[in-house]
């Protein structure tokens, strides 16, 4: 039977914002000491509220297993996405919403999306390799070749859409979200400075989308019909007939927009990183890749086994997103625990990726691990778990893939830095300090043509 709400488990008694800012500046190495002194359920007193913090697959297990009526979202989602938003709503409304737009992105509409996916791929490496002396930052490179693809992939070809302009607002909103204002709600209040860019970045943006919005619709009054994700929004209808309003939908693309790009090509850069590192893993994806052919379909790139395996080990020993929040309804027994309702609980992705117990030497980048067996979705959730599991998981993955195989394939990328590259919070997400300066040179045509030598040391599987 679970222990009384009072008796929660053992935790840190230093102040809130201790607590909050140790968190925020360094999750993992934080984590570590907090798991190392009081195991996988720690007491956790953060400036968002108290609650417990889980760092186990097991306990990450209830928590995901459990019916999502007995958590709330978090109030900061709402506050930078938008209240309609899928990852700000919860109970009904949530349920609604996921059961609209789950099947928007997954099997054959994520397969559709693969020939846009591929075509800005390699239109952007054709920029990648024009000045193969420069150094170049993968960040900023995948930054800008994810922006690309989420925008083709929202608005399709529409002609009336300014890119240039829809670039430049949707950085403006990534680049206004600054630390401070997740772990504080007090200071996302218009006095201070940070918060008020972020709204006036944001405020340019929603009236961007509410443009595209109204002139899809009066297309649509026209006649004309968009197979892209704006226009899958605006045809969707729920069993009763009724469609999205335009905040709901408003809100969703911000979403999309914001989270479908900036997260992926953070994850982009890590994998580009370590296959730098790791000459024998980038030899074994490159054999694997020759061995699909030189006009191999973007479906069947994406389902290569050993790539696959690389990008779920670069989201695994890098999380771009470190933890989730479940805000408690009501008592919440999770272990020999019951968290009290009005608290939460902080499931420590980091931790759980970095579990010895799961992945042995977690600190080493080796793909074969997914090869040798198939992990529970609590114990792989880079993207979280439950009925709050990121959307877009899959469209991330498949993307992740066919721009690691395009790079992996068709150029040759050394590190510029010697140092190794660190991992630091950028906005909600974590991200490389120095943002992985590469120089990057086309491959030689005969030498990507012809298998890769198969001297490595990491075995065949």
Request: with cysteine.
């Amino acid at each position: 039977m679970p222990k009384l709400a009072s008796s929660l488990p053992r935790g840190p008694r230093t102040p809130a914002v201790w607590q909050t800012a140790r968190y925020l500046l360094d999750p993992r190495g934080y984590t570590r000491k907090l798991v190392a002194r009081y195991g996988d359920a720690i007491r956790t007193h953060v400036v968002p509220g108290r609650g417990v913090t889980v760092a186990s697959a097991e306990l990450s297990r209830q928590v995901f297993a459990a019916d999502p009526d007995n958590f709330a979202a978090l109030s900061l989602l709402g506050d930078l996405f938008g209240p309609a938003a899928v990852i700000a709503t919860s109970g009904r409304r949530h349920r609604r919403q996921r059961k609209l737009m789950n099947p928007r992105f997954h099997g054959a509409r994520i397969k559709s999306f693969l020939a846009t996916m591929q075509r800005v791929t390699d239109a952007h490496l054709q920029t990648l390799v024009a000045r193969p002396d420069a150094v170049v930052t993968m960040s900023a490179f995948a930054q800008a070749l994810t922006l690309d693809i989420i925008l083709e992939t929202i608005f399709g070809a529409d002609p009336r859409l300014d890119r240039p302009h829809g670039r430049t607002i949707l950085s403006d909103v990534v680049g206004a979200v600054v630390p401070a204002v997740i772990g504080a709600r007090i200071l996302r209040r218009p006095w201070f400075a940070p918060w008020r860019r972020f709204e006036a970045a944001r405020a340019r943006c929603d009236a961007w989308i509410d443009a595209m919005i109204a002139e899809r619709k009066a297309g649509a009054a026209r006649g004309e019909t968009r197979d892209d994700m704006l226009g899958l929004l605006l045809d969707t209808r729920d069993e009763d007939g009724a469609p999205m309003d335009d905040a709901e939908i408003r809100d969703q693309m911000l979403t999309l927009l914001v989270a479908g790009h900036e997260t992926t090509a953070t994850a982009i850069s890590w994998a580009v990183y370590y296959l730098a590192r790791e000459p024998q893993v980038l030899d074994k994806l490159r054999r694997e890749l020759h061995a699909l052919g030189p006009a191999a379909p973007p479906e069947s790139i994406a389902k290569a086994p050993y790539l696959a395996a690389v990008v779920s080990e670069s989201l695994r020993i890098e999380p771009v997103v470190t933890d989730v929040v479940r805000v408690c309804r009501k008592n919440f027994p999770l272990g020999d625990f019951v968290v009290p309702a009005g608290q939460s609980v902080f499931v420590l992705l980091c931790a759980v990726l970095a579990d010895p117990r799961l992945f042995p030497d977690p600190t080493v980048f080796r793909p074969e691990r997914f090869l040798e067996r198939t992990f529970t979705a609590a114990e792989f959730a880079p993207f979280g778990g439950g009925s709050r599991r990121c959307l877009g998981a899959a469209f991330a993955e498949a993307e992740m893939a066919l721009v690691v195989a395009s790079i992996a394939r068709d150029c040759d990328v050394t590190l510029a830095d010697g140092e190794p590259e660190v991992s630091v919070r950028k906005n909600l997400t974590m991200g490389p300090k120095r943002g992985v300066r590469v120089r990057v040179r086309r491959r030689d045509v005969q030498t990507a043509s012809s298998p890769p030598s198969t001297n490595s040391s990491t075995p065949a599987t």
